[in-house]
């Protein structure tokens, strides 16, 4: 069933947006599913992710390094055997956030087994009472090393990430060509967006509307409504094609800017109002028809719960980097697949988030049609066995060698030099 049928039948079944959200976030989950309301959720929020029968004796964690070559920055992480898993940060907000790793994260998992893995995520969440760094500022550093000992764990098992969190449903990925030409007319967006989409041949698209946390500014005055008509026009009924606006709206506005997108028939509109206005997006989802997505910004794991059981969303967007990891990443998905939901999670710029996305995305049985494409950071060399990562008619193939299957230029690692608190 496509999103949009799906959306029809459970608007039916909406509940009121009553009840408090929560704000702490816990990561330290309550590991009886039976004191949850919704057994089902409870379930999806403490049944384990990890899967390593293989591993009978403990990997300990000999050392962890976090490497820098001008703003790449990237996780090294060995094992007592000598084994490695290797990780590349999301960059453009590791420049800034280093020392929350190497003071608040690193010292904690030193000496810890790697099995433990899961159980280590909830503990480090109150070390040094790093909840209070709840949100981008912990969780990307964090999701820097898991992805690692993800790595290291996969090599000793000789499985890839997405086997080592989940079975693999997605071999192959259809992508969306996402982009962002705000500032651009309309006439200009329209020829830059068919340009993307020429090189990939991808079957949908994603275009940006009103103006990023805006207050109902266009960005120039007047683009969107005109380019909403002109993207129909250019690509025809079979594209599909999202609308994100990136909180740009009040919810009256967001309703009228929803409306003009269902006549055109696009298939979801994401952030329609600023990401944390969670009873405004209940109020705009039970108005539209279309669609509702978002989620990239979310960094509570309790906040998504409630978004997902009040059907404030209809496709659930974690950011595999912003929401701490793809562990975490994984309860969100099993709790949106209860809910008949697709998770489509958005892929944060730099390093090798892509690569990321397409192992959570394979793993996960409620995997949206179509997964966000930005491009393949090229200033990052490696090497893949198992798939050239090319696009072909808008599709990707999976590497499913070891860890993340990919294995970096030791020239460019060696480039890198020690971070030091």
């Known amino acids: 069933m496509d999103s949009g049928r799906r959306k029809f039948i459970q608007k039916a079944g909406l509940g009121s947006a009553a009840g408090l959200i929560g704000t702490s976030g816990k990561l330290h989950l309550n590991k009886n599913p039976e004191l949850y309301k919704n057994k089902a ?28 070559r001008k703003d790449n920055f990237i996780c090294r992480v060995r094992s007592k055997g000598g084994v490695e898993g290797i990780s590349v940060s999301n960059n453009m907000q590791m420049v800034y956030l280093y020392p929350i790793f190497l003071h608040r994260i690193q010292p904690f998992f030193i000496q810890k087994d790697a099995r433990d893995l899961e159980s280590l995520l909830e503990e480090v969440y109150v070390y040094k009472s790093n909840y209070k ?42 992508v969306y060509q996402a982009n962002n030409f705000r500032g651009k007319s309309a006439e200009e967006s329209i020829n830059l967006i068919e340009a993307q989409v020429g090189e990939t041949g991808a079957k949908a698209l994603k275009f940006k ?45 967001a309703i009228r800017i929803g409306e003009i997108l269902q006549e055109y028939k696009f298939d979801f509109f994401e952030e329609p109002v600023p990401f944390d206005w969670y009873e405004e997006t209940l109020e705009v989802n039970k108005s539209l028809k279309i669609p509702i997505a978002g989620g990239e910004q979310e960094p509570s794991i309790h906040n998504f719960k409630w978004l997902i059981e009040k059907d404030a969303l209809d496709i659930i967007q974690p950011d595999i980097f912003y929401f701490g990891g793809m562990i975490r990443s994984m309860r969100v998905s099993k709790m949106a697949a209860i809910k008949g939901k697709d998770c489509t999670p958005h892929i944060s710029g730099s390093g090798l988030g892509y690569l990321y996305m397409l192992h959570f995305v394979s793993a996960i049985p409620n995997a949206g049609p179509f ?51």
């Not at 959720?41 to 820098?68: D, H, M, N, Y």
């Not at 080592?164 to 192959?172: A, E, M, R, S, T």
């Not at 090229?378 to 599709?395: H, V």
Request: some cysteine; hydrophobic content about 45%.
């Open 41 to 68: 959720i409870g379930q999806a929020l403490t049944e384990p992710i990890l899967s390593i029968p293989e591993l009978k004796e403990p990997v300990w964690i000999a050392s962890i390094e976090l490497l820098r």
């Open 133 to 174: 760094l709840q949100s981008l500022a912990l969780w990307v550093p964090l999701a820097t090393l898991e992805f690692a000992i993800l790595d290291l764990l996969g090599k000793l098992t000789d499985k890839s990430i997405a086997m080592l969190i989940g079975k693999i449903h997605n071999p192959k990925i259809a």
């Open 209 to 253: 509307v009103g103006g990023r946390m805006s207050n109902d500014k266009d960005f120039p005055p007047g683009r969107t409504e005109k380019l909403i008509p002109l993207i129909r026009e250019r690509f025809g009924a079979n594209m599909a094609i999202y609308a994100d606006s990136n909180g740009s709206y009040s919810v009256k506005e």
């Open 371 to 421: 997964h966000e494409f930005k491009g393949l950071n090229q200033e990052i060399p490696f090497e893949c066995a198992t798939s050239d990562l090319s696009i072909i008619n808008g599709m990707v193939s999976v590497p499913t060698g070891a860890g993340l299957g990919v294995t970096l230029d030791p020239d460019f690692v060696k480039a890198h030099k020690k971070v030091k608190g």
